[in-house]
Structure formats: C-alpha cells, structure tokens
C-alpha cells in the first residue's frame, strides 16, 4: 500500500512541476493565455474547469508547461479549410477543435485566422511504430477522394452554421447544396447534405511485371492480389488498354488500416458477460400510438390488418420482447426502456424524446427504422458516445463513428458471391435482361471478368454463343437477371440440357418474384442448385428450433424474418454492453451468430457495417441449405 502511495505522490508532484501560475491580467482571454504558453485552451480548460464559464482579473490559472502535457500547435486558416478538412488534416475530431477554441469560433470560421489543434503525441507514433514494422521504404503515396452524400433532418434550435460545422462545411457551402434554407431554417426540413473525404493509400516497395498472352486487367488484379484502381494509378497507360508484352508497374505490398486486422473469430459471448454492473438499453421502435389513437378513418383492428409498417414493428417488438426476458432469465443486469417513435417519412420525435429524457448513462440505442431517423438518433447522442444499432434499414448514409448498421448491404451480399466463384476457381457467365441495365453496369464496372451472354434478334438466349462462354472440367456459375416467367422457364430448361456437358449451377442476386411463377418447376431450380446471397442464413440447429417453437407458443404464430431480427439484434446488443469491455471494443474484437443472423461489424470508409452474410442453395430434398 505504501509502495502506491509512492508512486500516486511522486506522479503527482512531477505533473506540478510541470505547470506553470499566470494571474489573469484586465481583458485577456483563455485564446490569449494559450497562444502565450504555446499551448491549446482546452490544456487550460483542462487544469481549470472552472475557467470554461469565463475567467476574471487577478485569477490564477495553472497552465501546462509547452511539452510536458500539452501538444497543441496553431493552424492558420486559408481560404476554403472547414473545421472538418482541419480535423482531417491533424487527424482529431471537430468538436474537440470547436472546444480547444470556444471563443476563437465564436462567430464561425475565418480566412487567417489562427486557431489551436492537437498533434500525436510521441507516445502515439512509439506504438504505431511497434504494431506496424514495414519491411520496404514507401515509395509513394496516393490520395484517393470518395464523396458521401445524405440528408439531415432540422430539429429545434440548431443553426445553419452549427449543421454545416457538423458536417465539416461552411454555411455558404450549406447554403449552395440547400437554396431554401438562405431566408432561415424550418424545424422537420430535409436538407441535403454532401462531404469529401479523402484516404491516403501507401504504395511500398514498387516491382514490375510483364503482360502475359490473353491477360486481362481484372485477372491481372487476382494473379498479382492488387487492386484494379492500384494498378491504374501506377500505369496510367493501361488508360488505353492492356497489351501482351507490357510492362507495369506493381506495389509489392500496400499498407492500410484494414491490413493491419486479422479475422474475428465466432465467439459466444454468454461466456464472457460482466454482472458487476447495470446496463441502459433504450429501444426506439415506430409503433405510431397517438396517430393510431386519434385515427378518425380507421379502427385500431383495420390498422392491424393494413398498415404494414405498424405489422413491422410489432413482429421486431415481438422477438426483442423474447430477447430481454432471456436476459432476465439469464440473469443479466440490464434495465431496457422503449420509446414510442412517432415517425413519417420526413419527421419524428426522436429529438424531443432525447430532450426531455436523461441519456448520458445509455450502453446503446436500437433503432427507429428509418435511415434518416437513425441517422438523426446517432448525431443527437454523440455527445454521449452512445452506440445506435440501425436494425432494418437497407439504405447507407451517413458515417456516423457511433452509427452500427445491422444488415449487411446489397454491394457487400454480392461480393459474397463472387469471393465464392473466386474461391472454386469458377467460370462466370451472367444472363442479363437488357432492360436490366444497372446489373450489367455493376458487373462489367465491379467484375469485368464476367462473360455476359448475348440474345438473337429475336430476344431468345444465343445457345451457341452461351456454350462458347461455358467451360469444361471447372464450375460455371451462371447468373441469371430476366424478368419474363417464359423466358426463364426456357433458359433454365436450357441450362438443366448442358449439365451433360458442364458443371452448371444457377445464382441469383436475390430471389426475385418471377421466379416462383407455378410455371417455372421448381425442379428446375433444384437441378441447377439455385444460389443466391442472404442476410440471413437457414434454422438447422436444436436450440434454433426450441426459439420458433418458443415463440410460436407465446404468439400463436412461427417467427417471420422481422420477429428474428428483433431477437437476434436485441439479445446481440444486450450481450455486448454486458461485456467487460463494452459494446464498441467488442464488435471490433468479436462476431457472433444467433437464430438466422450474424453480425461481424467493420469500419469501412467510416461507416460502421455489418459484414455477416450467408449463401443459400435449393437443394434436391426441395430444403434450402447454406453453402459449406
């Protein structure tokens, strides 16, 4: 006890001796004081709370030593920075520069003007250096600008220049890309919301290659394990095209934050949680009450059997209610509280719920639905660093560090598939309604190496070009996009033919309405093993069963897709504040498996994803079953 003791004293006297006393002088400001010591105002802030409410003659302050404590440094504004290309630059946040320099921002961002930023610390770059070792000296650096663009819902008492500070904008900026707002801003108002970002991609160790005959571009970027894009950069020849015999230019290895991650492994987390302490779980979910209530035209019973969204909550409440008494019953120390969200398209309540209720002790928020609510869920509880779990939304906005979206996206469920064809060394061939335009963009844009099928004159499948297309002694995938039952009742009938020939197995991006017309048999879908890319994989395990026997027992009605995910997301969500080291450092260790969904969360261009996806099959049983 006396040896921590020691120690707490001798860390405490050296952290005075490395302070300085200044008496406020008449007029001076905290702005002042720092740029005097070279320090920034929150290092004052820091050693004196109590000067965040102003400072007045003759007080004294403690003020940090210029590189003990502190590492602030100026910036001088030059024409078109915003606070956020600032913080990007130094790599800090923008409220932490908006609190280095309260009253500097007073009255916005101005050209010359020289404010306080934070640089890494010593300390820092000592780490960086021990994780990351690399082996070649970087011979070039390459920036490369992606720009997001989402809306943002206006609540009350925000500012146009608080909105676009938030957004790393200036107010003309803001008002540019939203002409309404110029005369003012109205509560519930969409505004359009557009930033660029910028990723800086190392290139080390730069080696060459020659073209081979009958190389392309795409199976280049495979054999050599660099991207497309990479190999451009470096060869901007290729610009006009690939020719044998050339020689390129390739990155031997090429360092980026995703590099520097192994896999997660699967883990059970019921093994690991923490009941020492209470846990807040705060569920906004739409069920509309009042509206309902007040509902002249419709009874409560009409709205049941018509509304669909209101059906969507319910069946979502129904298996996160299964999900909360399991953690009862497993004795999990977690208060839940849910919101009734009173949403439409374009407003909700979700910022006067927030107000007039306390939210700084929340572990986590799951939901509303809707992008942009969740959206505006996650920057209203970012002051609180609160994780909120986007439960159905399809759609991805806006890259919030505390914003989780729990379904995987489109782009990430067919990039499954094709790390699948690449894994069996398969033959790709896509079968491509010509209206169907955006499909065959996305392939010949995102995997140039599909062979696309072509169509007579009479808008029939060539079958002698498809057979040039196919080959043998390898797996030929075949992807397959037509809108018309007829016509894929006959391709499939065709495919079912050169299975005598080939290894043919039919995918789909999603199993879409045509495809189960009475006249197309559904022995030709499991001939050919339909496949296709899910979220959600197939029931096959005892204690999955026991959940839909559970759940039909309380509700008179086997669990739908909405009732699994309310289940899985919420029991997902309880478990990981119940870790010891809460919900963010656990989906950045951990992904996890429940009744029909996973969740194996990344941070992808800032955005935090779900990249748990499965691939499903019909089998000859008439099951679906999930590939091995």
Known sequence: MKKVFFIYSFLFAFAVQAQIKHVVAKGESVYQIAKKYQVTPYDIYRLNPDAENGIQENTTLLIPKAGSNSSGITHKVVAKETLFSISKKYNVAVSDIENWNKEALKEGLKIDQEIYVSKPSATNKTIASKEIKPVDVVKEEKVKTSTSTFSHTVVAQETKYGIATKYGLSVEELEKLNPQIVEGLKVGEILKIKTTQEKKVSIVGKGQYEVQPKETLFSLSKKLNVSQEDLLDLNPELKEGLKEGMVLNIPSRKITRDSIFSAKSKVDLLKTVDKTSQKELVLFLPFNINKIENDSLKTKTEHLKTNKFLNLTLDFYAGALMAIDSAKVLGLPVNIKIYDVESSKYSSNVASIITKNDFSKVDAVIGPFQNSHVENTAQLLSKYNIPVISPLSKEKGLALPNLYYAIPSEEKLKANLFTHFKEKNGNVVAIISTKKTASRDYLTSNFPETKLATFNDKGALDIANLKTQLVKGKPNFVILEIEKAGTILSITNTLK???????????????????????????????????????????????????????KKDNNISPNTAAIKGFDITFDTILRICQEEGFVDSVSKYKTEYVENSFDYSNENGANNNNGCYLLYYDNDLTIKQVQ
């Open 497 to 551: 033919n050169l299975q005598k020939e080939y290894e043919i197995q039919l995918v789909v991006f999603e199993v879409y309405d045509a495809l189960n017309f009475e006249e197309i048999p559904i022995k030709n879908l499991t001939a050919l093993k339909m496949m296709y890319p899910s979220a959600n994989k197939v029931i096959t395990t005892p204690e999955e069963f026991i959940f839909a026997k559970e759940f």
